[in-house]
């Protein structure tokens, strides 16, 4: 019995989504162990993100899982660009365990509802998923969390696509470009995304949240990448 035991914990089970090497039994969540291990993980601290118009700041917190390093870069290419909708289910388990951690002493300012940064019509056509609202979807029951995945709208943008304009650009082509379709009033709201650049994105979609009434508005990525690190991997 034993040897039976041993000879099913052998088996593989699926490849890990970092190193492409077969899974064992008891090797859950896409990674094996090693490459969970070293996952790039930040620690579960908070920064308050940049603004444009600090009388709107009273959004408070981003939190990030993850940082971008090339295996992080190399999941999210696939989840965002390559039809890789199953890393969602892989990747929204640290990025809830890290709200976890950060919320941790800040018990009271759990949010009342999870919102997806939104994608233009265009890039859905284009895309046929929108991967900000697959993790919103797999946050849900997660985090127990009413998720509003249509609540924000965002509007056809002028220029480059937002991965291959400069940081400027982006603040420019991002401002008034989000629209929130129903009222928010007094709501704490995490707003879900899977990567913190300018945070020029972010802060569009928290002035459109503020706008219909949003008591406070909270950044949730699964990576953030340094100013001097490269940004989201252009195509
Ligand atoms: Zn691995």
């Known amino acids: 019995m034993v040897a039976l035991i041993d000879w099913l914990a052998k088996l593989p089970i699926g490849c890990c989504w970092v190193c492409q ?4 039994v008891g090797e859950h969540g896409g990674f094996c162990q090693p490459c969970l291990r070293d996952l790039p993980r930040l620690p579960p601290s908070c920064l308050r993100w940049r603004c444009q118009q600090p009388e709107l700041a009273v959004g408070r917190y ?19 660009f390559h039809g890789a909708t199953e890393l969602a289910a892989i990747l929204a388990p640290l990025l809830a365990a890290q709200a976890r951690h950060c919320y941790r002493l800040r018990p009271h300012q759990w949010p009342d509802l999870l919102v997806a940064m939104p994608i233009t019509r265009k890039r859905w056509f284009e895309r046929g998923y929108n991967q900000a609202a697959l993790l919103g979807q797999q946050l849900q029951p997660l985090l127990q969390i009413p998720f509003a995945p249509g609540l924000l709208r965002r509007l056809p943008q002028q220029g480059k696509q ?9 603040w420019h082509n991002m401002a008034n470009s989000m629209h929130c379709t129903r009222s928010v009033e007094g709501l704490t709201i995490a707003l879900v995304d899977d990567v913190l650049t300018t945070g020029a994105s972010v802060s569009a979609a928290a002035d459109a949240l503020l706008r219909r009434g949003a008591k406070a508005v909270d950044a949730w990525t699964l990576a953030y990448t340094e100013p001097h690190q490269p940004r989201e991997p252009m195509l």
């Open 162 to 170: 937002q991965h291959r304009s400069g940081a400027g650009e982006r």
């Open 62 to 80: 981003w939190f990030s899982a993850l940082s971008w390093q090339p295996e992080v870069a190399q999941l999210v290419h696939r989840f965002k």
């Open 21 to 24: 090497q077969s899974l064992l």
